[in-house]
């Protein structure tokens, strides 16, 4: 293995790497240990984006665009770690979108799959393959690839989410496609409300035939899931790395909600910090409610309401609650699982 070549055959190895390029080859042997790393090292960097410092700039923007001029009225995050690239992490994409009463996104579709997680506002609806659902703080909502969807407003104040999106995946398969819908707003042929009383409530229709791609259910609304939160700590003590840690399911099969993101939510207890954990998937987290921070290494990045964190995968990190934090996160866990890529490390 250790041999000293000697300086004759080291420039004659020099000359044949050379002398390969314009083959468009090379020696396997030079980009080896680059190629097949002993362990991940993400491209993208730990990163915090305060909520407060964003939303003048989200405000602005609808002095500049309305939201049907610009078909989505989204800020884009971009992680600093991989400039010129519109993503989050290397596999995933957030925006914050701005909505004011009476706009409409108009209706279009993609191979992309989309999520929206709601963080301020009320009155506005996501249309989504014929059905319109109306979204509250802390409402997490899907939007499946290839279904068209519109978004509107009925309230009387601002709304604004975070749109995250597997856009880095999808082009790295080359598979994005998209259609504009010949009109601003696509039929709704059911009524709000449908899917989830058909889904989500622990029935199911007898004789329903579904994919199990997406859940069926597409709102999982906030008031359910901070109860059902929040019952957790009277049956006992939090998973010492991860909190009370709970994923957003399909009914129909009991996996992941979409295809490609996963999607989870957790509670930190006042005071309580979790021991130090990796996982594979660089994830997006989303102060939902009270406060807290994030360590990654040395790195400190602080969590109030709606600022939104990057923890790079295999980085080793706690979450500390100063006041009972309440965390949506968001990552490629499920797409990593269904490879048998994803690896997770308790210290
Ligand atoms: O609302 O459909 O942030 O298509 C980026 C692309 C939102 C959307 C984004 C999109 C959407």
Redesign the pocket.
């Known amino acids: 293995m250790t041999t000293n070549p000697a300086p004759d055959l080291l420039t004659r190895r020099d000359a044949f790497y050379r002398e390969l390029e314009p083959h468009a080859m090379a020696a396997l042997w030079t980009r080896l240990r680059k190629l097949i790393p002993s362990e991940p090292t993400p491209a993208g960097v730990a990163h915090r984006w305060s909520y407060a410092a964003a939303r003048p700039y989200l405000m602005e923007s609808a002095m500049l665009i309305s939201a049907e001029e610009a078909e ?1 009225r ?1 800020l ?1 995050m971009e992680n600093p770690g991989l400039p010129g690239t519109s993503c989050i992490t290397s596999t995933m994409y957030a ?1 914050l ?1 701005l909505l004011l009463p009476g706009e409409v ?1 108009p209706a ?1 579709r ?1 191979t992309q799959s ?1 999520l929206r997680f709601i963080l301020e506002g009320s009155g506005a609806y996501t249309a989504v393959d014929g059905e319109k659902t109306y979204m509250e703080p802390g409402d997490f909502v899907i ?1 499946p690839a290839w279904t068209w ?1 519109h ?1 509107g407003h009925e309230g009387n104040a601002p709304m604004v989410w975070l ?1 995250g ?1 597997d856009i880095p995946i999808v082009s790295f398969f080359n598979g994005g496609f998209r259609e504009e819908f010949d009109s601003v707003v696509s039929p709704v042929t059911r009524p709000a409300g449908d899917a989830l009383a058909r889904y989500g409530t622990g029935l199911m229709p007898v004789g329903y035939q579904a994919s199990t791609l997406n859940s069926p259910v597409f709102n999982y609304p906030y008031a359910r899931t901070r109860e059902a939160l929040f019952a957790l700590p009277h049956a006992g003590a939090p998973d010492p790395h991860t909190g009370y840690l709970m994923r957003y399911t399909n009914p129909v099969d009991g996996g992941w909600a979409m295809p490609t993101i996963a999607t989870m939510i957790r509670l930190l207890p006042t005071g309580f910090a979790t021991l130090p954990y990796r996982s594979t998937d660089s994830t997006v987290f989303v102060c939902v409610e009270g406060s807290g921070h994030v360590m990654i290494g040395d790195q400190r990045l602080e969590l109030a309401p709606h600022d939104i964190a990057i923890v790079p995968g295999w980085s080793r990190y706690t979450l500390h609650a100063s006041q009972d934090l309440v965390l949506f996160s968001y990552s490629d866990r499920v797409a990593q699982e269904k490879l048998g890529l994803f690896r997770e490390q308790r210290f």
Do not use: K, P
Request: charged fraction near 15%; avoid cysteine.
């Open positions: 989505r989204v884009l925006g979108q996104a279009h993609h989309a939007t969807h978004h749109d999106l």
